[in-house]
């Protein structure tokens, strides 16, 4: 295989060989590269605490244990491991057990899953909350349980995979339109105004850190009685007045016909959620696999999420530092002159360029130097702007954020200028 840096992931999806369990030769070829072996080693590196911003992880590139500042994980506001969040998970356990030991339908539904779906649903001024055990189950549960084969799907260019694969289990037609383009978007619901429809957009852009156009794609939508369901992963309990998200930032939740929330990032812990009106979520529970099929989400887990939420919310002085700290480090990291793209949140991308070496070279001695911040390559994003995702946490304190800065500036802004 000649120009092996030159593949990737996409070149390998398709498997000719007749045996499923055999992965293409080629494949197996590029793998064992120790080039290729050496970039896959920034990944599945072991955290050995919390993921706190100072925490340690035992490292893939040597084996060694090593003391870092953590910019990597979604633990957004500290919920993880808030002092009163891990207080009322040790109670859960201690009343509850570790596993709900059961699907939500049977006999995996608790008291505290009604409680925090009630808490939810309030909280995001809707009718009524179905709660996931994994983030990514929610969105393929929801969009599997609501759309149907004929159905025509529309999703920005840029949504999570978790939503394609709700689509494409649905076996719904899906439409692309080109990132946060409503002129894109009105020719594909021209294109499909005849069939049942949904519009799906994200409240922050995971890997870009920009807002959805959402003023704008509402007026489009109501043009074609088309209903929006908004992914808010990256953004509940950090946008808006009361922390609801992008659609409350806009003042615009009551024309998002469903909202989809994560629990594993801002919120510390695992799960989804998706609220709407009282009667989508009753559909749902009749034909979202993933609620029906799965085991309900881990009652100690959920009792720390109804704590977390309460934190969250009593007052704005989590976002609020959240939000000092982002507007510190972009503004260093713009006055060093790199390429953030349009990130209008805590997601910040740094991008590197087309170059897969640099990436990796910056990621190892970064690393080396005590800073954890992932190399993001293509096929997540695009080959010509292959990047690091910083996720700001309010945990940072002045000092972790110049440390960081320091070695961002010594190591990848020194480099690309080399």
């Not at 289990?169 to 899906?174: H, R």
């Not at 894109?184 to 799906?200: G, H, N, Q, Y």
């Not at 922390?243 to 989804?272: M, Y």
């Amino acid at each position: 295989m000649h120009d092996i840096l030159n593949y990737s992931l996409a070149d390998f999806f398709f498997n000719d060989n007749k045996n499923v369990l055999k992965p293409p030769s080629d494949f197996t070829e590029w793998m064992s590269d120790p080039r290729v072996q050496h970039g896959y080693s920034f990944f599945e590196q072991q955290l050995l605490a919390a993921p706190k911003v100072s925490t340690e992880i035992l490292s893939n590139l040597d084996n060694k244990k090593r003391s870092i500042i953590n910019l990597t994980s979604y633990n957004y506001l500290g919920l993880s491991t808030h002092p009163e969040v891990i207080q009322a998970a040790k109670e859960g356990l201690d009343q509850y057990g570790l596993g709900a030991s059961g699907a939500p339908l049977l006999s995996g539904t608790f008291d505290l899953h009604v409680k925090f779906a009630r808490m939810l649903a309030d909280f995001k001024q809707k009718e009524d909350c179905i709660l996931y055990s994994s983030g990514f189950g929610g969105n393929v549960g929801a969009i599997q349980g609501l759309m149907r084969k004929g159905d025509v799907l529309i999703l920005d260019e840029k949504c999570h995979k978790s939503l394609i694969d709700g689509g494409t289990l649905a076996q719904t037609k899906m439409l692309f339109f080109d990132h946060n383009d409503v002129n894109s978007l009105a020719l594909m619901l021209e294109k499909s105004k005849d069939k049942r429809v949904m519009v799906v957009v994200e409240g922050v852009y995971s890997m870009d850190g920009d807002l959805v156009d959402l003023p704008n794609i509402v007026k489009v939508c109501q043009e074609y009685d088309a209903p929006i369901y908004i992914d808010e992963a990256h953004s509940t309990l950090m946008f808006g007045e009361n922390g609801r998200g992008v659609a409350e930032h806009f003042d615009l939740e009551e024309e998002v016909g469903i909202s989809f929330g994560t629990l594993s990032k801002s919120f510390g812990g695992v799960g989804g959620f998706i609220c709407s009106n009282a009667d989508t979520i009753r559909y749902l529970k009749g034909y979202s696999s993933p609620w029906n099929f799965s085991c309900a989400p881990s009652p100690p887990v959920v009792a720390g999420l109804i704590k977390a939420l309460e934190v969250a919310t009593r007052d704005s002085s989590l976002r609020d530092r959240l939000w000092s700290n982002t507007a510190y480090l972009k503004k260093h990291l713009l006055d060093m002159k790199l390429d953030l793209g349009k990130t209008e949140s805590q997601v910040i991308p740094i991008i590197i360029g087309p170059s897969g070496e640099k990436l990796m070279g910056f990621a190892e001695q970064m690393q080396k130097r005590g800073l954890f911040l992932q190399p993001v390559d293509f096929p997540a994003v695009p080959a010509h702007a292959r990047r690091f995702r910083m996720s700001v946490s309010s945990q940072l304190t002045q000092e972790e954020m110049d440390r960081t800065l320091n070695i961002i500036e010594d190591v990848v802004v020194k480099g690309l200028r080399s």
